[in-house]
Nanobody, 121 residues
Framework: QVQLVDSGGGLVQAGGSLRLSCAAS????????MGWFRQPPGKERSFVAA????????YYADFVKGRFTISRENARNTVSLQMNRLKPEDTAVYYC??????????????WGQGTQVTVSS
């Protein structure tokens, strides 16, 4: 069992940066793929980025490659998403999630509560 708490969202101007964090509780945190998803207003939730249990492999949606960076620190049970060069279309609720399964689909096992990111033009 893993409990996830997202934080770090906020309002930022286009071109700015934000860093999202996810704190996990549970002894098996290091065994999971960790991912970030987002859900823009009126749209479905979609994959943003994921990272393997060791941190050695990362996955990104095409629309964030080169702008976002996912990282994890197993000793602190945290995963982060550094978001640079933000665009208004990045506005969404961002969710942290954990899975034993495929890291790039939506069928994650555990989800955070979400944190709002708003990018103004």
């Amino acid at each position: 069992q893993v409990q996830l708490v997202d934080s770090g969202g906020g309002l930022v101007q286009a071109g700015g940066s934000l860093r999202l964090s996810c704190a996990a509780s549970g002894r098996t945190f290091s065994s999971y793929y960790m991912g970030w998803f987002r859900q823009p207003p009126g749209k479905e939730r979609s994959f943003v980025a994921a990272i393997s249990w060791s941190g050695g492999t990362t996955y990104y949606a095409d629309f964030v490659k080169g702008r976002f960076t996912i990282s994890r620190e197993n000793a602190r049970n945290t995963v982060s998403l550094q978001m640079n060069r933000l665009k208004p279309e990045d506005t969404a609720v961002y969710y942290c999630a954990a899975t034993y399964g495929s890291p790039t689909n939506n069928n994650y096992d555990y989800w955070g509560q979400g944190t709002q990111v708003t990018v103004s033009s």
